[in-house]
């Protein structure tokens, strides 16, 4: 039974939905590292893009894990999954789709592009023109793409899944702000432990795991996730100290650039999702720093940087404002 007015007005009700909900959680949280060894903590920053009904960016050198755990998310719940390789060449109309001429019928039919699946895998999405990249923009953030004067709702949920190399520049191109913002979330992968790289050797031998994976979880249950997720509570005080993180980055001396309005709601549902991965019904001040650096880094500019070469200067910045900024009690 999903979380409605009926089963607010019993507590029993309300509390045997979330312990249902919060197993499905701890279901996909498994499924993913599983095949995804040693990365537990990205996998729950994964899944909290997912209960946001957000989407998320991976980055780091190239065979690290970040098309593997893309491909472990979208295995991991019973929905639509596609993987779009972004290359220089790559057009909009390769990504949203076009409209065809049927000769039989003399009239044009829209024929849908890969955008139309509840998982899509954009890797590499820094190798296509930004002309490309900005054709996902209407799709990130409304849900929808408009083609020859025709609006078509994309399936929900629906989550781009993006991968990046971020220290290679020949034949990329920087993601644009307005892009770079449709992310919730941009974690850095790292190399695994020494102990589980092992371990991966091992597993590895007689195939790719993730492609035996099997799904935990199904649509209708992401959805009801989805809408459990914004009945966690932020009292006024975490939301205050949200903002005033907030403010402390659009007044900081050392930054051009601080976080956006819709970069501060973002960020309240982050830690509503945070919270809701973690089994609690409530957020505290910790969500709130731990999700920092994911979704605040990539929001804010440097002074007199590029954009390419900010990204540790800019996670110092932050943890800085963080040390600042008094803590609620």
């Not at 890969?114 to 954009?122: D, E, K, M, T, Y």
């Not at 993006?162 to 520049?169: G, I, L, R, W």
């Not at 892009?179 to 432990?193: H, K």
Request: hydrophobic share 40%; net charge negative; glycine share 6%.
């Amino acid at each position: 039974m999903p979380l409605n007015a009926e089963s607010v007005a019993t507590g029993r009700s309300i509390t045997v939905d979330l312990k249902r909900l919060y197993s499905v959680v701890e279901r996909i949280e498994n499924n993913i590292v599983q095949v995804v060894l040693g990365k537990r903590e990205i996998a729950r920053s994964c899944i909290v893009a997912l209960l946001s009904g957000e989407h998320i960016l991976l980055e780091d050198v190239p065979g690290v894990g970040k098309t593997l755990m893309g491909k472990a998310i979208a295995k991991s719940v019973e929905g639509s999954f596609c993987r779009v390789q972004f290359t220089p060449d790559l057009l909009p109309s390769d990504i949203v789709g076009s409209s065809v001429y049927k000769s039989n019928t003399s009239e044009f039919v829209f024929n849908p592009g890969p955008i139309f699946h509840n998982f899509v895998l954009a890797d590499e999405i820094n190798r296509a023109p930004p002309r490309t990249q900005s054709a996902m923009l209407e799709a990130m953030s409304d849900g929808q793409v408009s083609v020859d004067g025709s609006t078509h709702d994309l399936k929900k949920p629906f989550m781009v899944i993006a991968t990046q190399n971020p220290f290679e520049f020949e034949g990329t191109y920087v993601l644009p702000e307005s892009q770079l913002d449709r992310f919730l979330l941009r974690i850095s992968m790292g190399y695994p432990d020494s102990d589980f790289e092992m371990e991966i050797l091992t597993s590895h031998r007689s195939g790719e795991p993730v492609d035996k994976l099997s799904p935990v979880a199904n649509i209708n249950e992401i959805v009801e996730l989805q809408e459990a997720v914004r009945n966690v509570k932020v009292e006024e005080s975490v939301a205050k100290y949200l903002m005033d993180i907030v403010h402390a980055t659009r007044s900081s001396p050392e930054l051009s650039v601080g976080v956006s309005t819709r970069g501060a709601l973002l960020w309240y549902r982050a830690i509503q999702a945070m919270a809701f991965a973690d089994g609690r019904e409530f957020a505290t001040p910790d969500d709130v720093k731990q999700l920092a650096i994911p979704v605040v880094a990539h929001r804010v500019k440097y002074r007199g940087m590029s954009q390419q070469n900010q990204r540790e200067t800019l996670e110092t910045v932050i943890r800085t404002i963080l040390s600042e900024v008094p803590t609620p009690n």
